[in-house]
């Protein structure tokens, strides 16, 4: 599959407006994170997926020096069947190029076999929705929480949508400039990543992803984030009214192959 070809595949998706995303502003250490959503067929072949993950993608990726990825099944939210990966990128060029370098490794496509040879009547995902976020400045780089918070850890990703760019933007910056980040990590929702969607679905948006040791932890760091005073400072300021019009919330649970 040729460059020309990778981009012809993802459709619409190529085409999207760009806004707010220049190269010439991107920051040397601030990762591209591609998420990538399988909608996945009931029965024997739901697992189908996240076996190719741990078997044939992850060790591949890896190999190249792609690293911190994760995968991730559905807890509580969207009720259709569903794995979500997340890619992390150090540049575009990346981005572009990691499809092709994994079909020209003989060890992947073998590794890979069973998922790539799927049939129509038996398939190993139904459809495949992918989008891609350019990191925010105060958190550059995915972070990893395995090694503290073990193999018992919960996801939490949440998509913030705006109703037009710039306040899009506002919201952004109320997290990186007036420290909502900071008030994020001081009330124990650790974060994985940041991120501000360059394409995909729902935009304009900013995803993000925090993690807790289980779900009585979240509900307790949550509750505590509500009552920060750094919150309480910034919550209302006029410059940051209206800045959200919708928020979607979905609780995961890592793969025993997720590096996140």
């Given at each position: 599959?040729?460059?020309?070809?990778?981009?012809?595949?993802?459709?619409?998706?190529?085409?999207?407006?760009?806004?707010?995303?220049?190269?010439?502003?991107?920051?040397?250490?601030?990762?591209?994170?591609?998420?990538?959503?399988?909608?996945?067929?009931?029965?024997?072949?739901?697992?189908?997926?996240?076996?190719?993950?741990?078997?044939?993608?992850?060790?591949?990726?890896?190999?190249?020096?792609?690293?911190?990825?994760?995968?991730?099944?559905?807890?509580?939210?969207?009720?259709?069947?569903?794995?979500?990966?997340?890619?992390?990128?150090?540049?575009?060029?990346?981005?572009?190029?990691?499809?092709?370098?994994?079909?020209?490794?003989?060890?992947?496509?073998?590794?890979?076999?069973?998922?790539?040879?799927?049939?129509?009547?038996?398939?190993?995902?139904?459809?495949?929705?992918?989008?891609?976020?350019?990191?925010?400045?105060?958190?550059?780089?995915?972070?990893?929480?395995?090694?503290?918070?073990?193999?018992?850890?919960?996801?939490?990703?949440?998509?913030?949508?705006?109703?037009?760019?710039?306040?899009?933007?506002?919201?952004?910056?109320?997290?990186?400039?007036?420290?909502?980040?900071?008030?994020?990590?001081?009330?124990?929702?650790?974060?994985?990543?940041?991120?501000?969607?360059?394409?995909?679905?729902?935009?304009?948006?900013?995803?993000y992803m925090v993690v807790f040791?289980?779900?009585?932890?979240?509900?307790?760091?949550?509750?505590?984030?509500?009552?920060?005073?750094?919150?309480?400072?910034?919550?209302?300021?006029?410059?940051?009214?209206?800045?959200?019009?919708?928020?979607?919330?979905?609780?995961?649970?890592?793969?025993?192959?997720?590096?996140?």
């Open positions: 599959m040729k460059r020309r070809n990778f981009l012809a595949g993802i459709g619409p998706l190529a085409a999207a407006p760009l806004i707010g995303f220049s190269a010439e502003t991107q920051a040397e250490d601030q990762q591209f994170i591609e998420i990538l959503k399988y909608k996945l067929p009931f029965g024997e072949n739901k697992s189908r997926t996240e076996k190719y993950y741990a078997e044939a993608a992850i060790p591949a990726l890896n190999k190249m020096g792609i690293e911190n990825i994760g995968v991730f099944n559905v807890m509580y939210g969207p009720n259709a069947p569903s794995l979500y990966v997340v890619i992390p990128h150090d540049s575009m060029q990346s981005v572009l190029d990691y499809q092709q370098k994994l079909l020209d490794d003989r060890a992947y496509m073998e590794a890979a076999g069973d998922f790539m040879d799927s049939s129509l009547s038996s398939p190993a995902y139904l459809r495949l929705e992918r989008g891609l976020m350019k990191a925010f400045k105060n958190m550059p780089k995915v972070v990893s929480p395995k090694p503290v918070f073990g193999d018992k850890r919960i996801m939490e990703m949440r998509i913030y949508e705006s109703h037009n760019y710039l306040k899009g933007q506002k919201k952004i910056d109320m997290f990186n400039d007036a420290g909502e980040i900071t008030i994020f990590k001081e009330t124990g929702l650790t974060p994985v990543f940041f991120g501000e969607t360059v394409f995909g679905e729902l935009m304009p948006n900013l995803t040791k289980d779900m009585a932890e979240r509900d307790i760091n949550w509750a505590q984030f509500v009552k920060a005073p750094g919150w309480t400072a910034i919550k209302d300021l006029p410059e940051f009214k209206d800045t959200v019009s919708n928020i979607t919330d979905i609780i995961l649970r890592p793969a025993s192959c997720s590096q996140i």
